[in-house]
T-cell receptor
């Protein structure tokens, strides 16, 4: 499973756009990139998943360059409730989804 | 959407006793489930893969005789921490693979405190 590198922490203010970048230089051809959010004392929650280019859903966008060696999670107009740890994972799409190597994650703190 | 439910959410037990944690897939079948452990301020660490109808596979360094995993049905996996000690106190989380573009489904976690 590919190793990922993220910033340990980030601070932002309410209403701002937050971009969290993840490096995964050894990503394999069949690996997908998945981002999770975790609040204290809760299990991780799926945010978004992508393979290449750009993916957007109701909560976030995921930007993946052509070489796929990095990805950027974009959270538009964050609020205080977005304060959490965000994990970037890479792995195969189906069977191994869930068998994941979690890196240190990025602790996002949103301030008023 | 698919939900994975863990029970109990928290448990306190005495040192030397055993504790069972249940992980259920509520509206889908999961032939495979995963168990993680998370210590305070740390990331999730994969402990083992639970396979329905067969033995679990454990990650390196995880004692299989201490952390007993049973996956007796397509919707239930259990983790039993045997002869628990204070150092086993942690947050235990299970997950099941998602079938589509939803990544994995994680349970809400179980906070185990051994006193």
């Amino acid at each position: 499973l590919a190793k990922t590198t993220q910033p340990i922490s980030m601070d932002s203010y309410e209403g701002q756009e937050v971009n969290i970048t993840c490096s995964h230089n050894n990503i394999a051809t069949n690996d997908y990139i998945t981002w999770y959010q975790q609040f204290p004392s809760q299990g991780p929650r799926f945010i978004i998943q992508g393979y290449k280019t750009k993916v957007t859903n109701e909560v976030a966008s995921l930007f993946i360059p052509a070489d796929r060696k990095s990805s950027t999670l974009s959270l538009p107009r964050v609020s205080l409730s977005d304060t959490a740890v965000y994990y970037c994972l890479v792995g195969s799409y189906n069977t191994n989804a869930g068998k994941s190597t979690f890196g240190d994650g990025t602790t996002l703190t949103v301030k008023p | 959407g698919a939900v994975v439910s863990q029970h109990p959410s928290w448990v306190i037990c005495k040192s030397g006793t055993s504790v069972k944690i249940e992980c259920r897939s509520l509206d889908f079948q999961a032939t495979t489930m995963f168990w993680y452990r998370q210590f305070p301020k740390q990331s999730l660490m994969l402990m083992a893969t639970s396979n329905e109808g067969s033995k679990a596979t454990y990650e390196q360094g995880v004692e299989k005789d201490k952390f007993l995993i049973n996956h007796a049905s397509l919707t239930l996996s259990t983790l039993t921490v045997t002869s628990a000690h204070p150092e086993d106190s942690s947050f235990y989380i299970c997950s099941a693979p998602g079938g589509g573009r939803d990544g994995a489904f994680f349970g809400q976690g179980t906070r185990l405190t051994v006193v």
